[in-house]
T-cell receptor, first 109, second 113 residues
Framework: RKEVEQDPGPFNVPEGATVAFNCTYSNSASQSFFWYRQDCRKEPKLLMSVYSSGNEDGRFTAQLNRASQYISLLIRDSKLSDSATYLCVVATTGNQFYFGTGTSLTVIP | NAGVTQTPKFRVLKTGQSMTLLCAQDMNHEYMYWYRQDPGMGLRLIHYSVGEGTTAKGEVPDGYNVSRLKKQNFLLGLESAAPSQTSVYFC????????????FGPGTRLTVL
């Protein structure tokens, strides 16, 4: 079983739409959770950390459900510039990071 | 402040050749990592280091060696390259506390013929 599983998509949504990505992780002892964004042929970059209480950064909202071992990312009012691959990342004790295979998003004009 | 840098950016090798990829970070981070990224596979950890002079195996270490002689540098070596090692290699670093995220270098695209 993979440490982190994501729906690979692709998600093709019109500008202004709301889109949600989900991710599950297998290690109940995981400590830290993140969403990264990766543009084509570029390195992953941190989008936001995910906290137990849920957190929001502008149009982006991340949620963590430890009981279900589930992480989500909600993007509201999608922009063309949001087109990218979104990686779910889980860190264990000892700072080992496990990456999902990514969910591809294309925002269409 | 350059963050994480990697050299070279691109390289083509023939089967059996050797090479070293260099990663450097100027953020005084304790932890450094080498990943490979293949289509449909996501990022997979090759080796990592929790501090100067230390290294440890990740998920896919076979065919690679690493060294961390200086805190700011983490080298990845391929002693005898194979076509299966054709990939994009990313280096990353982090401070090492549980809440810290990773910072990535721009990647090295390696093709082994």
């Amino acid at each position: 079983r993979k440490e982190v599983e994501q729906d690979p998509g692709p998600f093709n949504v019109p500008e202004g739409a709301t889109v949600a990505f989900n991710c599950t992780y297998s290690n109940s002892a995981s400590q830290s959770f993140f969403w990264y964004r990766q543009d084509c042929r570029k390195e992953p970059k941190l989008l936001m950390s995910v906290y137990s209480s849920g957190n929001e950064d502008g149009r982006f909202t991340a949620q963590l459900n430890r009981a279900s071992q589930y992480i989500s990312l909600l993007i509201r009012d999608s922009k063309l510039s949001d087109s990218a691959t979104y990686l779910c990342v889980v860190a264990t004790t000892g700072n080992q990071f496990y990456f999902g295979t990514g969910t591809s998003l294309t925002v269409i004009p | 402040n350059a963050g994480v840098t990697q050299t070279p950016k691109f390289r083509v090798l023939k089967t059996g050749q050797s090479m070293t990829l260099l990663c450097a970070q100027d953020m005084n981070h304790e932890y450094m990592y080498w990943y490979r990224q293949d289509p449909g596979m996501g990022l997979r950890l090759i080796h990592y280091s929790v501090g100067e002079g230390t290294t440890a195996k990740g998920e896919v270490p076979d065919g690679y060696n690493v060294s961390r002689l200086k805190k700011q540098n983490f080298l990845l070596g391929l002693e005898s390259a194979a076509p299966s090692q054709t990939s994009v290699y990313f280096c990353a670093s982090s401070r090492g506390t549980s809440a810290d995220s990773e910072f990535f270098g721009p990647g090295t695209r390696l093709t082994v013929l």
